[in-house]
């Protein structure tokens, strides 16, 4: 799940350091991870066209339980929000992120989904996310867009290594995307996580090289870049969650967990057989 850039003409309070986590606490993390990522494997066997999205929350939602976790999302509550009543995101096509599941809605042949999940193991997060081509008849510029996505994630990820900086991430990002003619989503970012779910750093995916704050060993925080085949800007529906493309363009997302360790990046929620398309 996305940390929404709340806008207010107060100003802004400066945030506080990151967090940066111990041994110990890295290898919770690392564990939160690896289940994060098996959570989506389990997904991703079941998406197919007939599904309904409320099938696959059910299935997050026993998958975890029985692994002694807690589903993040659920009951999540945000500014001016009803609280999540999901235990995962499923946004369909032109939705962004915080798709809510539903049984109404039902995969169809040729529709996209992204799946967002986010368990809570041993008091510790593991965020991700993977979009899905629903069926055989999903478009070519669909499946360019979604594996465009991932490329430009990776890309961020790239980008992660000790002294760099947050800036550093959302200027490769951005900088592939737009080369490409996409919108790179503004309204929402990764964010730091560890014991709480959304921390310090704010990272945008887009910026400039050398800003923002600096990446430092022990950090760890999401990358999970929005990208849009036509403009950036979004709208929030009257759920109080589900953001959606404000011109019904599809949108594509994915999202990795990952730590600054002393001699580059390491994700933390790897899939199976998972490897950069770098």
Same mark, same amino acid.
């Given at each position: 799940?996305?940390?929404?850039?709340?806008?207010?003409?107060?100003?802004?309070?400066?945030?506080?350091?990151?967090?940066?986590?111990?041994?110990?606490?890295?290898?919770?993390?690392?564990?939160?991870?690896? *289940?994060?990522?098996? !959570?989506?494997?389990?997904?991703?066997?079941?998406?197919?066209?007939?599904?309904?999205?409320?099938?696959?929350?059910?299935?997050?939602?026993?998958?975890?339980?029985?692994?002694?976790?807690?589903?993040?999302?659920?009951?999540?509550?945000?500014?001016?929000?009803?609280?999540?009543?999901?235990?995962?995101?499923?946004?369909?096509?032109?939705?962004?992120?915080?798709?809510?599941?539903?049984?109404?809605?039902?995969?169809?042949?040729?529709?996209?989904?992204?799946?967002?999940?986010?368990?809570?193991?041993?008091?510790?997060?593991?965020?991700?996310?993977?979009?899905?081509?629903?069926?055989?008849?999903?478009?070519?510029?669909?499946?360019?867009?979604?594996?465009?996505?991932?490329?430009?994630?990776?890309?961020?990820?790239?980008?992660?290594?000790?002294?760099?900086?947050?800036?550093?991430?959302?200027?490769?990002?951005?900088?592939?995307?737009?080369?490409?003619?996409?919108?790179?989503?503004?309204?929402?970012?990764?964010?730091?996580?560890?014991?709480? *779910?959304?921390?310090?750093?704010?990272?945008?995916?887009?910026?400039?090289?050398?800003?923002?704050?600096?990446?430092?060993?022990?950090?760890?925080?999401?990358?999970?870049?929005?990208?849009?085949?036509?403009?950036?800007?979004?709208?929030? !529906?009257?759920?109080?969650?589900?953001?959606?493309?404000?011109?019904?363009?599809?949108?594509?997302?994915?999202?990795?967990?990952?730590?600054?360790?002393?001699?580059?990046?390491?994700?933390?929620?790897?899939?199976?057989?998972?490897?950069?398309? !770098?």
């Amino acid at each position: 799940m996305v940390k929404r850039i709340r806008k207010s003409r107060a100003r802004p309070r400066r945030p506080g350091p990151s967090p940066r986590l111990g041994p110990a606490e890295i290898e919770e993390m690392r564990a939160a991870g690896r *289940f994060a990522a098996e !959570l989506l494997d389990a997904v991703a066997e079941r998406v197919r066209p007939g599904v309904s999205t409320g099938e696959l929350d059910r299935l997050v939602e026993s998958l975890t339980r029985a692994r002694g976790a807690r589903s993040a999302p659920h009951g999540y509550r945000s500014a001016g929000a009803p609280p999540f009543p999901g235990h995962c995101c499923t946004s369909v096509n032109d939705v962004v992120c915080h798709g809510i599941p539903d049984d109404a809605r039902v995969l169809r042949d040729g529709d996209i989904v992204n799946v967002d999940v986010t368990p809570v193991l041993g008091g510790f997060h593991g965020d991700t996310s993977r979009t899905f081509a629903v069926g055989d008849s999903v478009s070519p510029r669909a499946r360019q867009l979604i594996a465009d996505a991932r490329r430009a994630l990776w890309l961020g990820i790239r980008a992660v290594l000790p002294g760099a900086r947050t800036g550093d991430i959302g200027h490769a990002i951005a900088s592939f995307a737009e080369s490409r003619g996409y919108g790179v989503v503004r309204e929402f970012t990764g964010h730091g996580v560890g014991r709480q *779910f959304h921390t310090a750093p704010t990272i945008y995916h887009y910026g400039r090289p050398g800003a923002g704050e600096p990446l430092l060993p022990g950090m760890t925080f999401t990358i999970e870049p929005m990208i849009n085949l036509g403009h950036w800007r979004t709208q929030i !529906l009257g759920d109080g969650w589900t953001a959606v493309t404000a011109d019904g363009s599809l949108s594509a997302q994915w999202e990795h967990t990952l730590l600054v360790t002393e001699e580059g990046v390491e994700v933390l929620t790897l899939g199976s057989g998972e490897t950069p398309p !770098l």
